[in-house]
């Protein structure tokens, strides 16, 4: 099987939810010099590592649990094993990034829990109750998150495909999500949700209101933040109006390496375009939302209480 270990290594992956900088109200700064060039993160903010607290030098480490509800409906695109460069579909970078970022040893220290949406036994009464999509597909047993780096999703992620069924429960998708981030929080990590998906909502409530509501009701109770990331095909505006209720920070354009992240939103702006979702611009995304993560910077995301 090929790799893709060559721009893995070339991505700069900022994980250990340390010394970044960002804020609800503020945006990202994407002019930084690299992380590799004088501890500068390229998403902004100063990168010491697990002891910068970000506010004095106090030691802080706040790794990241992320819940990924990835979209499998069938506008992703054709199916592909992970190490597939040839097959030019969402799905098959989707699913390759996501390999490439769960295996990564930059990851070390935080861990993720996947699920897919809509499921292959997907009903009308889930899209009200997230029943099966508050429950990841891995791990499939305690604890709820796989401790990064890993290869244990890669089975999952070759063994799902991207086309069966042809509809985008969004609202069960949210509702599941936020049932599991809030339900499942460990002391001294950040919590975060991660909705990826390349089209507008189908099947269940499409209004964007009440779909941004359910994630503004779950920040306003928990704290937890939910980033939206869209792929190419979804309506940019659509993404940003669901965006705002998740609260993820504010950010611009041009994040690092990444270009168009706002795609045909103004800037800055709260969801993520990663386009066709090519693995490079999909690393850089997620980089940079683990980097306003940061639970130990200011404007960083809640740090669990033990």
Same mark, same amino acid.
């Given at each position: ?16 939810a ?19 060039? $004088?501890?500068?993160?390229p ?11 970000? /506010? ?20 992703? $695109? ?28 930059? !990851? ?13 036994n ?8 997230? !029943?099966?999509?508050? /429950? ?24 799902? /495909? ?7 429960p969004?609202?069960? !998708?949210?509702r599941?999500? &936020?049932?599991? &981030? ?5 002391? $001294? ?95 850089? !995304? ?14 960083g ?6």
């Amino acid at each position: 099987m090929k790799t893709f270990s060559a721009w893995w290594v070339a991505v700069a992956i900022g994980l250990c939810a340390c010394g970044s900088t960002g804020d609800d109200g503020t945006t990202l700064d994407g002019s930084a010099t690299d992380a590799t060039t $004088g501890g500068d993160s390229p998403f902004g903010g100063n990168d010491s590592g697990p002891t910068d607290s970000g /506010t004095g030098g106090d030691a802080c480490y706040a790794p990241v649990d992320m819940y990924i509800m990835l979209d499998r409906s069938c506008s992703m $695109g054709n199916d592909c094993n992970i190490g597939d460069t040839t097959t030019n579909t969402k799905w098959c970078h989707a699913v390759n990034a996501l390999s490439g970022y769960f295996n990564s040893q930059s !990851a070390t220290g935080n861990a993720a829990a996947l699920q897919f949406f809509p499921v292959t036994n997907h009903t009308a009464a889930m899209c009200t109750t997230g !029943a099966t999509y508050d /429950t990841p597909a891995a791990p499939t047993t305690p604890p709820a998150y796989t401790t990064l780096p890993t290869n244990g999703f890669d089975a999952l992620l070759n063994a799902a /495909t991207d086309n069966n069924p042809c509809v985008t429960p969004t609202e069960g !998708a949210i509702r599941g999500l &936020t049932k599991f &981030t809030a339900a499942n929080r460990r002391g $001294g990590r950040v919590t975060i949700g991660m909705l990826v998906t390349d089209g507008d909502p189908v099947s269940c409530d499409t209004n964007l209101t009440d779909l941004s509501n359910l994630l503004q009701a779950h920040y306003a109770a928990t704290t937890i933040r939910t980033y939206v990331i869209g792929m190419q095909g979804a309506n940019d505006a659509n993404l940003e109006k669901i965006a705002q209720g998740g609260n993820a920070p504010l950010h611009p354009d041009t994040v690092g390496s990444l270009t168009g992240a706002c795609g045909s939103t103004p800037s800055p702006c709260r969801h993520w375009n990663v386009g066709l979702g090519n693995p490079q611009a999909f690393i850089a !995304a997620l980089a940079a939302i683990q980097d306003s993560a940061n639970g130990c910077a200011d404007g960083g995301g809640t740090i669990n209480p033990n």
